[in-house]
């Protein structure tokens, strides 16, 4: 079945720090892949999607790149802001069997200390 | 106007009780999903309707019961709660088939005593 795999948090930076958390997916299908926030007391807000191989989705300074050789999907921003402080999740969407379906991965809860 | 809107915010009852959460979406969504996320934030899908008909099924205790009166609710009703049930479930919703991702709801969290 479909699978997502991300950084085990925590994770703790200062500000103004570079940033990855790496997630990674099995997939069956050809999926479109998504990173997901949730900032404390709230639901999750989409960040920002790919849907197809070499697709970069970007929002917020944040970026991830499909990549579909290495089934990877990492995030990544250049200079991390205390107000970043959440758990993001990375998550898949498998269209193959028609009914779709986000699975999510495990999460990371970043903080970023001034 | 809020795009998916769950009721009530918190839940506290007791071990034994019946409880039901409503969720609403005014996105013009055809699909809708209740999650389920443990005290680790873990995600896991419990049950999606599409078009008031349902389309997952997860491995869920047969004490949570979905009700979806027309495409825009999706209501969870819970009998015979149990401490292990202690969580924050979030609905959300998606036009099926466009890869869009989901919009999702503020989450009610749920700590049965």
């Known amino acids: 079945g479909d699978s997502v795999t991300q950084m085990e948090g925590p994770v703790t930076l200062s500000e103004e720090a570079f940033l990855t958390i790496n997630c990674t997916y099995t997939a069956t299908g050809y999926p479109s892949l998504f990173w997901y926030v949730q900032y404390p007391g709230e639901g999750l807000q989409l960040l920002l999607k790919?849907?197809?191989?070499?697709d970069k989705g970007s929002n917020k300074g944040f970026e991830a790149t499909y990549r579909k050789e290495t089934t990877s999907f990492h995030l990544e921003k250049g200079s991390v802001q205390v107000s970043d402080s959440a758990v993001y999740f990375c998550a898949l969407s498998d269209l193959n069997f028609g009914n779709e379906k986000l699975t999510f991965g495990t999460g990371t809860r970043l903080t970023i200390i001034p | 106007d809020t795009a998916v809107s769950q009721t009530p915010k918190y839940l506290v009852t007791q071990m034994g009780n019946d409880k039901s959460i409503k969720c609403e979406q005014n996105l013009g969504h055809d699909t809708m999903y209740w999650y389920k996320q443990d005290s680790k934030k873990f995600l896991k899908i419990m049950f999606s309707?599409?078009?008031?008909?349902?389309?997952i099924n997860e491995t869920v205790p047969n004490r949570f019961s979905p009700k979806s009166p027309d495409k825009a609710h999706l209501n969870l009703h819970i009998n015979s709660l149990e401490l292990g049930d202690s969580a924050v479930y979030f609905c959300?919703?998606?036009?099926?088939?466009?890869?869009?991702?989901?919009?999702f709801g503020s989450g009610t969290r749920l700590t049965v005593v």
């Open positions: 309707y599409n078009n008031k008909e349902l389309i």
């Open positions: 790919a849907t197809k191989a070499d």
């Open positions: 959300a919703s998606s036009l099926q088939g466009l890869g869009g991702g989901y919009t």
